[in-house]
């Protein structure tokens, strides 16, 4: 793409002050509205029309409204207190009914309304009716004198549309309205060049961009402002996945991976699929085959698996490291927490104690293998030394191990044994040295940056021929992403989902508790009892450590231990803490003591939101639950039911009925399917800002599309289809340099590290 530097600036990209005089430019700076095109692209928020008429004895309190009535009399006076400096006063009548409309603002322009509005006038006005001491009124009222217009043009002036933009005090919609209308008023074809295509214009019925721009700032009605919409929505669309698209066509042209064949008869995957203690479904299996396709591919494999909250994930895993490791290569396993962390060291342990040795396959052909250590035709490597455990081949790495340990994972690591590691943010530290590193695998995918990730991206292995491989990389996550935000924050990473949950696992049901109803909170407790005496566990999630260092309204794990030690109804069991400020052998230690049922109930921060699987417990209390989002809680809730023991969940919470935190508790607890949760979390978060840092917010460069909006989800899925073809005939773009120049304008520094870091 050509940078916007190496252009003549357009007269778009003129600075307003050039366009517009100093001081209109000064103010719309505020709204950070430097050139033309950033005006162009700054969009109404809504359209108001004067309506249909209401008789005043229709009216209703709190609606907007427009009413045409006679003004009986008006009158400006200066407040009391100068804020607001005057308040307007007119009286009108319908002819049957009388009304007071109200307005505010500055003594010379309310004076001037107060000179059109004359006794006798005809006028409509248009706001939100009130009732004040018995009264009817109507306030935030705008109006519009009849007397002079003709009847074509009262009617003209009750179907056009009245755009209205996020103004601020300084700058007012309507002179918003006016700084745009004198730019478009400059603009010529030329000045606006048409990027889409013409037969994808043609295909989607879309109007052209500049009379598009003319259409949806100054509408004849509402079909053009709704058209207008359309086409601008799909230029959003269609930048992004563009963007995606390019980017995957970069990444494809000038990184290549080392291909570890897929698995057959007598493999290291093999003998884990004949040992594993539960049957595969058919979802995990179908995933899996595809993942070893593409690490069979020279091309990296860039895959999202996307499961619900024990779904089965961490054996998808270890069968694809397994690919990798049974022929000689490297594997690290990212995880976000060190519980997290040494919960997939023991449980990918557990899962391959059973292969028991491994090593030289009896009778069975050597062939050059990525790294010249003889990969076998059975899938099957000879591993450097004498035969080993296939449970010896996992290492550990985090932050908080001694020196020594430390050094000697280090060690094996550098000299390119084939292994896996697993561990947190340490892995990322430039003393790692993975020269076999064939697979990264990104667990809780929302916990890290791309950066981050990109770290190990960049520590691939090396061929045959000694040049650098770009490893293969497996992001997963289970916090449900609606398809539709996939298609836009993960459009350049390829999407699995696994579907439905193993053999074995219980649905949990879920009760939302009042604070208020202290007889339902101390219900809790007899039924926490109840469920260890029937050796079940119990989670007791806070919000808070302790309650001296954050806000002390809230429920904290000091606080709440030592309340639970002495409520009656736990009486005789032993209560365990787990933090995150605890050290690596406390949280081993605490964590150990719990699923060993030495302290049945944990009370614990959501250190244990993700990954840490305790088979034996089937009830989790969530306190204060209205300070977690809608995703956390259904994380902390995946934490029960991972057996076939029946499982609870109770929310206890402070919520008010009606408010936000109550809806987002509400659809928590309406289901427990945590793709339907995503969906539910969207519309009450929004989408975030796509491209840039902000996964989450209105903060959004999509501030025309709504991934809730089905309508708006075919114009994604559109866009898409149209990006490939375009980048598939033309990666560079050479033949669309007007597009080219859109997306350089269009995406700003922190987009162009994202694309360039994903």
């Known amino acids: 793409m050509t940078p916007a530097s190496e252009r003549a600036p357009g007269l778009l990209e003129r600075p307003l002050e050039r366009l517009l005089g100093k001081r209109t430019a000064t103010a719309l700076a505020k709204l950070d509205l430097h050139t033309g095109w950033d005006l162009l692209d700054y969009l109404p928020k809504r359209y108001e029309t004067w309506g249909q008429l209401s008789s005043l004895d229709q009216l209703v309190a709190d609606e907007e409204v427009t009413v045409q009535v006679q003004v009986i009399h008006a009158q400006v006076r200066r407040t009391m207190s100068g804020r607001p400096p005057a308040i307007l006063q007119a009286l009108v009548t319908d002819g049957l009914m009388e009304m007071e409309v109200v307005m505010f603002g500055a003594h010379y322009q309310l004076s001037n309304y107060a000179h059109q509005l004359q006794p006798d006038t005809t006028a409509i006005f248009a706001g939100k009716t009130k009732f004040r001491g018995g009264r009817l009124q109507l306030t935030g009222a705008k109006f519009q004198v009849l007397d002079e217009l003709s009847e074509t043009e009262r009617q003209a002036l009750m179907a056009r549309p009245i755009p209205i933009y996020r103004a601020s005090e300084a700058l007012p919609s309507w002179r918003l309205a006016k700084a745009v209308r004198m730019v478009l008023d400059q603009l010529r074809d030329t000045d606006v060049p048409e990027f889409v295509p013409k037969k994808i214009l043609a295909r989607r019925r879309l109007l052209g961009l500049l009379e598009a721009y003319r259409q949806v700032h100054g509408p004849a009605d509402s079909s053009q402002w709704v058209r207008a919409r359309s086409r601008l929505r799909y230029n959003q669309a269609l930048l992004t996945q563009v963007a995606l698209a390019s980017h995957r066509a970069d990444v494809l042209a000038r990184e290549h991976a080392i291909a570890w064949p897929v698995p057959k008869a007598g493999s290291l995957r093999s003998q884990i699929d004949a040992h594993l203690p539960f049957e595969l479904t058919t979802s995990q299996m179908q995933v899996g085959e595809q993942i070893a396709q593409d690490l069979n591919k020279t091309v990296p494999m860039q895959r999202l698996l996307q499961g619900d909250v024990g779904a089965g994930k961490t054996v998808v895993a270890l069968r694809a490291m397994a690919q990798v490791l049974g022929q000689g290569g490297q594997c690290a396993l990212l995880a976000p927490t060190e519980v997290l962390a040494a919960q997939h060291v023991s449980s990918l342990k557990r899962l391959l104690s059973q292969v028991g040795p491994i090593g030289a396959a009896p009778g069975a052909k050597e062939s050059k293998g990525a790294q010249g250590k003889g990969a076998q035709d059975s899938g099957l490597a000879t591993l450097p030394g004498l035969e080993v455990d296939a449970a010896d081949k996992i290492y550990l790495l985090t932050a908080s191990m001694s020196m020594p340990a430390k050094r000697a994972v280090l060690a094996k690591l550098a000299s390119g044994e084939s292994a896996i590691v697993v561990g947190t943010h340490a892995l990322l530290s430039d003393t790692v040295q993975l020269p076999g590193l064939g697979l990264v695998v990104i667990d809780e995918q929302h916990r890290f940056g791309v950066a981050q990730r990109n770290v190990l991206r960049e520590r691939g292995s090396l061929d045959p021929s000694g040049a650098r491989t770009t490893p293969h990389l497996l992001v997963m996550t289970a916090t449900p992403i609606p398809r539709t935000v996939a298609m836009t924050v993960f459009g350049d990473l390829e999407i699995s989902v696994l579907e439905g949950l193993p053999a074995g696992r219980t649905q949990v ?187 989450s917010g209105r903060k959004r460069n999509l501030d025309l599309l709504q991934v809730t909006d089905s309508e708006h989800v075919k114009v994604i899925e559109q866009a898409r289809q149209d990006a490939w073809q375009i980048v598939k005939a033309d990666p560079q773009l050479e033949q669309a340099p007007a597009l080219a120049q859109v997306l350089a304008r269009r995406l700003d520094e922190d987009s162009q590290a994202f694309l360039e870091k994903s």
């Open 509 to 695: 049901t879920t009760h939302l508790v009042p604070w208020e109803r202290q007889a339902w909170v101390q219900a809790l407790w007899r039924r926490a009892a109840q469920e260890i005496a029937g050796g079940g566990r119990v989670f007791v999630v806070c919000p808070s450590i302790d309650s001296e260092t954050s806000d002390a309204s809230l429920a904290s794990v000091n606080d709440w231990a030592q309340r639970l030690a002495k409520e009656p109804e736990l009486a005789g069991i032993a209560i365990g803490t787990l933090t995150g400020r605890m050290d690596g052998v406390e949280k081993e230690n605490s964590l150990n003591s719990f699923i060993q049922g030495t302290t049945p109930l944990l009370v614990t921060t959501t250190v244990v939101e993700v990954g840490v699987d305790v088979s034996d417990a089937t009830m989790m209390v969530i306190l204060d639950a209205e300070r977690f989002g809608l995703s956390q809680l259904h994380q902390l809730r995946g934490r029960v039911g991972r057996a076939d023991k029946p499982a609870i969940c109770m929310a206890v919470t402070g919520a008010q009925v009606g408010s936000p935190a109550f809806h987002r508790l509400k659809a928590f607890a309406s289901t427990t399917n945590g793709f339907e949760l995503a969906e539910a979390d969207l519309r009450l978060r929004s989408e975030g800002d796509v491209l840039g840092s902000s996964q």
